[in-house]
Nanobody, 123 residues
Framework: QVQLVESGGGLVQAGGSLRLSCATS????????VAWFRQGPGKEREFVAA????????NYADSVKDRFTISRDNAKIMVYLQMNSLKPDDTAVYYC????????????????WGQGTQVTVSS
């Protein structure tokens, strides 16, 4: 069983930075694709970034490319989302998700989810 807990959200001014963390308990992220999704007010949940279980591929939504970076720690128990040059449109609840040995940007393909962390970007 994979349990995910996000942290690091908060209120930041436009142009600022935040780093979100996703911790796993129960087992490591070895063999898991880990992704970040977000859901803004009145919007559907959307893909943000993913790190492949193979360890050699990442993918980003066009809206965050060159501003956000997904990474893992060497112990394979933490996944991070470094968010730079934040914009008010980035305001959302951010969710960490994982699936086993599957590469996907669709939330429907992810089985394990965290509870989410709120990111609010003020203009």
């Amino acid at each position: 069983q994979v349990q995910l807990v996000e942290s690091g959200g908060g209120l930041v001014q436009a142009g600022g930075s935040l780093r979100l963390s996703c911790a796993t308990s129960g087992r490591t992220f070895v063999g898991y694709t880990v992704a970040w999704f977000r859901q803004g007010p009145g919007k559907e949940r959307e893909f943000v970034a993913a790190d492949s279980w193979t360890g050699d591929s990442t993918n980003y939504a066009d809206s965050v490319k060159d501003r956000f970076t997904i990474s893992r720690d060497n112990a394979k128990i933490m996944v991070y989302l470094q968010m730079n040059s934040l914009k008010p449109d980035d305001t959302a609840v951010y969710y960490c998700a994982a699936n086993y040995r599957k590469w996907s940007t669709s939330p429907d393909d992810y089985y394990y989810w965290g509870q989410g962390t709120q990111v609010t970007v003020s203009s």
